[in-house]
């Protein structure tokens, strides 16, 4: 009988994470300061992040040692199973063979804390006294609230307005362990109150709540910002997931043809790929040539329709110029239920892929998405994030591919989280209530016009030449 739990000791913990920066095809381009039109000097993002932090964000290192107070709070959940979807194969009467890495066994449910308790513990040894930010659909507010309740921190989350409303349970979450959480946009900052003058019921966005968290630290001395998605230092410390399923599929003598995760920022998905993509493209030691697939909703299709370009990274235009595929900064996505998948850019390192075409991309709607999410708590009984059942859609379109083709892939997907907050939407699914949605393409254009109206010396810079 087929294994179908692969379990690690908590001693196979990784003492390293992977940075795959120094491994890129071509130089990552630097942020940019609008102002200047010149690289950020890294030393300014002292203000918003600590040292430790900003030394990993430019890092040319490729293994960063994981602390040793790090991998004490890992323990309590790590390392995760991962399992293989036997159930679902069946149903499906595929010849592939479905593993995925289940990360919402952590005490917040999702692979965020992954990140958040490394940031955490950084900004505690530096002496901040609290940390803001921003969330989408809870996953990441709850892991920071819990990461901060265990250093000791006081914890701010502006969370976007339609998710606050659709999923109260995630708020409440965090309220549990001591954090403070505002719809966003909100009254606590100007940037909040201006939006909510010209539209009371302004439904919010990531970059909004980005934008709020930001100006909420810059105004005190003992805070520091905290993003659970797009840079650098946040994606290395996800590699815990694929360098523990990598070890998990050699027990078995498995690799995969095909790994597989949903993006919002892109660090659940960079998570499960990074180390594949090092054995693949740097040490050159994989046995197959391994394919990358990111997905993401058509209602906010950032790495299938948007542009690549330089645009900052949240709404009211506070960080420096970052380059990636991008919607506009201004981009308001519709508040579709798969509320961490919404933002109108993407990691620069993985946009940067994409341009290379060493990832692919997908994009689905949310009608299909939460019927593949259906079928997989029917047959694997785990009921899913919504994010996470983007990964699931494309898993189980590539399962049948296999089956009208006869081959015998081994497809790896990163469950990122259970679902079990947002039992609302799955009942709006069973009821027959969800609709698909594309978001239009003239907006998406308009949006883009705005931006290069705004910006229209970006494209002119050298660096992103030749990328």
């Known amino acids: 009988m087929a294994e179908r739990k692969v379990l690690l000791d908590e001693d196979a913990l990784p003492k390293s994470w992977y940075n795959l920066v120094p491994d890129l095809p071509t130089p990552l381009p630097p942020p940019i300061d609008p102002g200047t039109r010149e690289p950020v000097d890294p030393k300014a993002l002292e203000r918003i992040f600590p040292r430790e932090l900003v030394e990993q964000e430019v890092s040319r290192e490729r293994w960063i040692p994981i602390p040793q107070e790090v991998r004490e709070i890992y323990r309590i959940w790590r390392p995760t199973p991962l399992y293989r979807a036997e159930r679902l194969e069946g149903y499906l009467r595929t010849p592939a063979r479905i593993y995925f890495k289940y990360e919402?066994?952590?005490?917040?449910?999702?692979?965020?804390?992954?990140?958040?308790?490394?940031?955490?513990?950084?900004?505690?040894?530096?002496?901040?006294?609290?940390?803001?930010?921003?969330?989408?659909?809870?996953?990441?507010?709850?892991?920071?609230?819990?990461?901060?309740?265990?250093?000791?921190?006081?914890?701010?989350?502006?969370?976007?307005?339609?998710?606050?409303?659709?999923?109260?349970?995630?708020?409440?979450?965090?309220?549990?362990?001591?954090?403070?959480?505002?719809?966003?946009?909100?009254?606590?900052?100007?940037?909040?109150?201006?939006?909510?003058?010209?539209?009371?019921?302004?439904?919010?966005?990531?970059?909004?709540?980005?934008?709020?968290?930001?100006?909420?630290?810059?105004?005190?001395?003992?805070?520091?910002?905290?993003?659970?998605?797009?840079?650098?230092?946040?994606?290395?410390?996800?590699?815990?997931?694929?360098?523990?399923?990598?070890?998990?599929?050699?027990?078995?003598?498995?690799?995969?043809?095909?790994?597989?995760?949903?993006?919002?920022?892109?660090?659940?998905?960079?998570?499960?790929?990074?180390?594949?993509?090092?054995?693949?493209?740097?040490?050159?030691?994989?046995?197959?040539?391994?394919?990358?697939?990111?997905?993401?909703?058509?209602?906010?299709?950032?790495?299938?329709?948007g542009v690549y370009t330089y645009d900052y990274g949240d709404t009211a235009k506070l960080t420096p110029l970052l380059p990636m595929y991008t919607l506009g900064s201004d981009f308001v996505p519709p508040p579709i239920h798969a509320g961490g998948l919404r933002y109108h850019g993407d990691a620069p390192t993985l946009c940067l892929l994409l341009r290379k075409g060493l990832i692919e991309a997908r994009a689905y709607n949310q009608t299909?998405?939460?019927?593949?999410?259906?079928?997989?708590?029917?047959?694997?009984?785990?009921?899913?994030?919504?994010?996470?059942?983007?990964?699931?859609?494309?898993?189980?379109?590539?399962?049948?591919?296999?089956?009208?083709?006869?081959?015998?892939?081994?497809?790896?997907?990163?469950?990122?989280?259970?679902?079990?907050?947002?039992l609302q939407a799955y009942g709006e699914h069973l009821d027959g209530r969800l609709q698909p949605y594309d978001y239009p393409e003239e907006q998406i254009r308009e949006s883009l016009r705005r931006l290069e109206r705004e910006l229209p010396w970006v494209n002119g810079l050298p660096y992103l030449k030749g990328v």
Not at 174 to 203: C, F, N, Q
Not at 372 to 400: C, M, N, Q, V, Y
């Open 104 to 305: 919402g066994v952590s005490p917040p449910g999702s692979h965020k804390p992954n990140t958040a308790v490394a940031q955490a513990y950084y900004n505690a040894k530096e002496g901040v006294q609290r940390l803001t930010t921003e969330t989408g659909a809870g996953q990441w507010g709850s892991a920071l609230a819990f990461a901060t309740m265990l250093f000791g921190l006081r914890c701010t989350v502006y969370m976007v307005r339609a998710s606050y409303r659709q999923k109260p349970y995630r708020s409440l979450l965090m309220r549990v362990w001591g954090a403070e959480i505002h719809p966003s946009p909100s009254d606590r900052t100007e940037y909040g109150r201006s939006l909510l003058k010209s539209d009371p019921e302004h439904p919010g966005s990531l970059g909004i709540a980005i934008s709020e968290a930001l100006e909420d630290a810059v105004k005190h001395d003992d805070t520091k910002y905290s993003l659970g998605s797009v840079l650098n230092h946040v994606l290395i410390h996800q590699t815990v997931i694929g360098l523990e399923a990598r070890e998990q599929l050699a027990k078995l003598d498995e690799y995969p043809d095909v790994v597989a995760g949903c993006v919002g920022g892109g660090s659940s998905f960079s998570g499960i790929f990074w180390p594949f993509y090092y054995d693949v493209h740097v040490a050159k030691r994989a046995p197959k040539r391994t394919r990358f697939v990111a997905t993401e909703p058509t209602a906010c299709p950032t790495l299938t329709k």
């Open 368 to 422: 299909e998405v939460f019927e593949a999410a259906t079928l997989f708590a029917r047959t694997e009984g785990i009921l899913p994030a919504p994010e996470s059942a983007h990964a699931i859609k494309f898993a189980i379109d590539e399962a049948l591919r296999c089956k009208g083709t006869g081959e015998e892939e081994v497809i790896l997907f990163n469950l990122s989280g259970h679902g079990y907050f947002d």
